[in-house]
Nanobody, 126 residues
Framework: QVQLVESGGGLVQAGGSLRLSCAASGRTFSAYGMGWFRQAPGKEREFVAGISGDLVIPYYSDSVKGRFTISRDNAKNTVYLQMNSLKPKDTAVYFC???????????????????WGQGTQVTVSS
């Protein structure tokens, strides 16, 4: 089992920045691919960014590419999402997730993630 706890959400004005953190506990962190997803009210959960385990390859959705950066510190069992140039449409609950099959590839599909955090709210005001 892997437990994931997100932090760092909050209220920010458009154009501002936030950094989300996701602390993992459990088995070997570097064996897991990690991802960030978000879900806005009335919308489906969508992939935001992912990063593989050992090879730290990142991948982003088109909607955040160039503005968000995913990174991980395997020594600290933590994955981060640096969000810059935030827009009101980025408002959502952000979830981190861990995949058993993501040690060397980036996993995009939500159904391939095995563990999820509780989510953290990000609100961007205009």
């Amino acid at each position: 089992q892997v437990q994931l706890v997100e932090s760092g959400g909050g209220l920010v004005q458009a154009g501002g920045s936030l950094r989300l953190s996701c602390a993992a506990s459990g088995r070997t962190f570097s064996a897991y691919g990690m991802g960030w997803f978000r879900q806005a009210p009335g919308k489906e959960r969508e992939f935001v960014a992912g990063i593989s385990g050992d090879l730290v390859i990142p991948y982003y959705s088109d909607s955040v590419k160039g503005r968000f950066t995913i990174s991980r510190d395997n020594a600290k069992n933590t994955v981060y999402l640096q969000m810059n140039s935030l827009k009101p449409k980025d408002t959502a609950v952000y979830f981190c997730a861990a995949s058993d099959t993501g040690s060397t590839i980036v996993v995009v599909a939500a159904e391939r993630y095995d563990y999820w955090g509780q989510g953290t709210q990000v609100t961007v005001s205009s």
